[in-house]
């Protein structure tokens, strides 16, 4: 949602900015604007639509200076346009700003502003905070940082933000709350972002900002950190462990298919050091000596949304099934404020690829004000989530840029089957030989995905016959229903296809209604203690003319001569089939997309990490 990006140094601002606004288009890519500082003030350009087109705007006199901020957008007040684009300016034009998050009050805000004269060019909330912010300036002469503090107590909602300002050349100001802000320290000189994929290439020395926390990055005094009441804080400096190489699209068309194409390495990867088949182990470190505690809650609450809330449920049915533990999955926007009745005997675990997601933020405060134990499954390393939870573990995917998530979902199913085995291991509920089963077979699964991936044609030749359709419907059972729901997800952010998943037996009770000639319905048919049972869904379907894309194991015979196509996938024990049938969904999804003329990374309306509500 919205990327930011700032640069104050001994270097030339503006191909830093460009450069790390490009970094930063998967979160948000409808309009972008820099605003560069040099002697002569300060110079804004911005532009509706992608960092090209700013680039190709400002051509061929890009404006020198060695600080500026960026920003890449992902519009929530005022439509996508060049005047909404930031930065904003203050009204005497001295001041500009960059914003990610929403300001809710803007509008008391603003109506107060006007009172004193001030006139807005935008429909936007953060032009109301650069003029709030000049406000306070102009009223007590005060320093820039001092303003920034004061006007931000006023705000009410969700901020990262960096200010630059003319009357202070050789500093910036940076604040968050809700949203995160990255600063990398080089060598006399500064790296602001929304996330670490900027600033990576130009040092590993990190600092995040904590929730109301103020810091100005300047070229006489170094980096000064402190909170909103205005304690001083001690920045703490972490090191980024990231490869560059894994933000480059290293030769696929699309992030996405990179990522497809990456599940062996991270799956792999998720489960390095924590499973060890010769000595039948599995341990999850992060998660220490909280797993006492999982395995005596009342019942385990899962929040997330998404993707994330997906891999949730295949959680449910894995952790009930192996540990004999209750587990409910909660989309996290409708369990912050529906009231829920949480204790201290419940273990709430967030799940998120970005560690980010407001509404799973909110869900997991929620659960820890109340006394719950607050765990998290994460991907980014050092993220909002990650940081609140008292507990947790990493998936290891490395940067999602795609933003449709695949290898993060491949990553949460992989962390919490090794959840689900070593709570099951802990209660006793799990027959030994079926453990070690699980466990080597879950060693070999990085092999079998490699597997799944040899049939990228067969799988390109189905997309084919699908690419014109309206609908599509996913069906699965247990723990491939939401893989069904998974694949629907899928198909339908990034081709635009309407698309839904229902397990495999809700059918008759209304979907089947929608079965034509005209419907593709995809059935995952990969489940042993199932088979017969989907075989009929499978007939139903047929009987009414819809197009039948099975995906089965490798030896499947009758299912296969049912279907009009059929994926096939190695075989493996029944819960670890998420971890494949979901594959060829994803293929099949991005095929699609393509055959479609649809930008497969930066779908419409969609942004990764959706921090704000
Ligand atoms: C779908 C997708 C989203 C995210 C959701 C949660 O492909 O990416 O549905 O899963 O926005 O995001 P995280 O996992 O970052 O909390």
Not at 183 to 193: N, T
Request: hydrophobic share 40%.
């Amino acid at each position: 949602m919205c990327g930011i990006v700032a640069y104050l140094g001994s270097q030339e601002a503006y191909p830093l900015l460009i450069k790390g606004l490009k970094r930063l288009e998967y979160r948000g890519y409808d309009s972008a604007g820099i605003a560069v500082l040099n002697g002569e003030g300060l110079k804004a350009y911005k532009r509706k639509g992608k960092v090209q087109e700013l680039e190709d705007f400002i051509h061929s006199t890009p404006p020198l200076g060695k600080a500026g901020i960026g920003h890449t957008r992902w519009a929530t007040h005022g439509i996508p346009n060049d005047i909404n684009a930031h930065p904003h300016l203050s009204g005497n034009g001295k001041l500009a700003l960059v914003h990610n998050g929403i300001i809710e009050n803007y509008a008391l805000l603003k109506a107060a502003l006007e009172k004193e004269g001030h006139h807005f060019q935008s429909d936007t909330d953060t032009e109301v905070l650069a003029h709030l912010i000049e406000e306070v300036q102009n009223r007590g002469q005060l320093p820039l940082e001092e303003a920034v503090r004061i006007a931000l107590k006023r705000v009410v909602g969700a901020y990262a933000i960096v200010v630059i300002s003319q009357d202070e050349p050789g500093k910036l100001v940076a604040a968050r709350k809700a949203s995160p802000l990255v600063i990398g320290i080089g060598k006399q000189e500064f790296f602001l972002a929304s996330d670490a994929t900027p600033i990576i290439e130009h040092t590993r020395k990190v600092v995040y900002l904590n929730d109301e926390e103020i810091a100005v990055v300047s070229l006489h005094d170094g980096m000064k950190v402190k909170t909103i009441q205005n304690e001083v804080q001690t920045p703490f400096i972490h090191e980024l462990d990231m490869e560059l190489e894994s933000l480059e699209k290293s030769g696929f068309d699309y992030f996405m298919l990179k990522e497809i194409y990456e599940q062996p390495t991270t799956i792999a990867d998720s489960m390095r050091g924590r499973i060890n088949v010769e000595e039948n182990l599995v341990r999850l470190g992060g998660l220490g000596n909280h797993i006492d505690k999982i395995c005596q809650a009342r019942r385990i609450i899962i929040v997330a949304c998404g993707t994330s809330w997906h891999s949730g449920l295949i959680g449910e049915y894995l952790i009930e099934d192996l540990a004999r533990i209750q587990v409910e999955v909660e989309y996290a926007s409708e369990f912050r404020y529906r009231n829920p009745i949480i204790t201290d005997e419940d273990v709430v675990i967030a799940i998120s690829q970005s560690g980010e997601t407001a509404d799973t933020l909110a869900a997991l405060e929620l659960a820890k004000e109340k006394g719950a134990t607050a765990l998290g499954i994460v991907n980014v390393v050092g993220s909002s989530i990650a940081r609140l939870t008292d507990a947790g573990a990493y998936i290891h995917a490395g940067p999602e840029i795609g933003v449709a998530s695949t290898k993060a979902f491949t990553g949460q199913v992989a962390l919490l089957t090794m959840l689900a085995l070593v709570l099951a291991k802990k209660k006793g509920t799990i027959n030994p030989d079926y453990f070690h089963r699980l466990v080597a077979e879950l060693a070999n699964i990085p092999n079998k995905v490699e597997k799944v991936l040899e049939y990228d044609a067969e799988i390109k030749y189905i997309a084919r016959e699908i690419k014109d359709r309206h609908n599509a419907l996913y069906l699965g059972r247990g723990c491939n229903f939401p893989v069904a729901l998974e694949g629907a997800l899928k198909l339908k952010e990034i081709s635009y296809i309407h698309a839904e998943g229902y397990p495999a037996a809700e059918m008759k009770h209304g979907p089947i209604a929608l079965i034509d000639e005209q419907m593709p319905v995809i059935v995952i048919a990969t489940n042993k203690s199932a088979y017969d049972k989907i075989a009929s869904n499978i007939q139903e379907v047929k009987a009414r003319k819809g197009m039948v894309i099975a995906v089965v194991t490798e030896r499947d015979k009758a299912i296969s001569e049912m279907a009009d196509f059929a994926i096939r996938i190695p075989d493996t024990e029944e819960p670890l089939t998420p971890l494949l049938s979901v594959i060829p969904l994803q293929l099949l999804s991005y095929y699609i997309a393509v055959m479609r003329g649809c930008n497969v990374d930066q779908p419409r309306n969609l942004a990764k990490s959706v921090t704000v509500e």
